[in-house]
């Protein structure tokens, strides 16, 4: 799977909200597993949601609540909605897609990816 493209990065303020975007064609968000993963300074990658083409999300337990996949199957695009964020969250969010069943963060945190640019996000007072 080529690298996908994100956008929608940006620097907030704790509790504040961004929604980042990634591109897809429309055979990879109709078949594949996407996921969007982070990686903060200093620290490895980390699997943070997951979304199927079935259009059931599942989200790493540090992010519930928080962080959403709203569906738009119109556009191809899938989404990354954070609320509430927190400095934790700073880091640069990459989006992958893979053929994996099923869709989980968990499967998806086990398969090598092919890693865009990212978008960067950065929470600071």
């Known amino acids: 799977q080529a690298p996908l493209v994100e956008s929608g990065g940006g620097s907030v303020q704790p509790g504040g909200s961004l929604r980042l975007s990634c591109a897809a064609s429309?055979?990879?968000?109709?078949?594949?597993?996407m996921a969007w993963f982070r990686q903060a300074p200093g620290k490895e990658r980390e699997g943070v949601a997951s979304?199927?083409?079935?259009?059931?999300?599942d989200y790493d337990d540090s992010v519930k609540g928080r962080l959403s996949i709203p569906p738009d199957n119109a556009k191809n695009t899938l989404y990354l909605q954070m609320n509430d964020l927190k400095h934790e969250d700073t880091g640069i969010y990459y989006c992958?897609?893979?053929?994996?069943?099923?869709?989980?963060?968990?499967?998806?945190?086990?398969?090598?990816?092919?890693w865009g640019q990212g978008t960067q996000v950065t929470v600071s007072s």
């Open positions: 429309a055979n990879t968000y109709r078949n594949y597993c």
């Open positions: 992958v897609a893979r053929l994996v069943s099923p869709c989980k963060v968990a499967n998806m945190k086990l398969l090598p990816h092919s």
């Open positions: 979304f199927s083409s079935s259009g059931s999300a």
